[in-house]
Nanobody, 121 residues
Framework: QVQLAESGGGLVQPGGSLRLSCVPS????????MGWYRQAPGKQRELVAE???????NYADSVKGRFSLYTDNAKNTVDLRMNNLRQEDTAVYYC???????????????WGQGIQVTVSS
């Protein structure tokens, strides 16, 4: 069974930076893809950034040029680096990875527990 642990959130001033991590535990062969989502109060969960299994990165228009994904294949992680944060980035952020967990092609997909990011002066 795979478990996820998110870290790196917190309170930051506008213009600041944070780096979110989503670290898995359990028996994993490799990471297939990763999606980072966020949900602000009263709003639907939205996709912020993703790394597809083809190696393509996609970003929401609202974060392009400010957010970046960083892959560590040895750790099976894809971090979300957030620069020049704005108040409207305030939300709970969730990771949603898919891992290859079996030599027969078995995969696992799940959600992190969510981590609060608050941008405020």
């Amino acid at each position: 069974q795979v478990q996820l642990a998110e870290s790196g959130g917190g309170l930051v001033q506008p213009g600041g930076s944070l780096r979110l991590s989503c670290v898995p535990s359990g028996s994993i062969f490799s990471i297939n893809d990763m999606g980072w989502y966020r949900q602000a109060p009263g709003k639907q969960r939205e996709l912020v950034a993703e790394l597809t299994r083809d190696g393509v990165t996609n970003y929401a228009d609202s974060v392009k040029g400010r957010f970046s994904l960083y892959t560590d294949n040895a750790k099976n992680t894809v971090d979300l680096r957030m620069n020049n944060l704005r108040q409207e980035d305030t939300a709970v952020y969730y990771c949603n990875p898919e891992f290859l967990i079996g030599s027969d092609g078995t995969t696992w997909n799940g959600w992190g527990q969510g981590i609060q990011v608050t941008v405020s002066s």
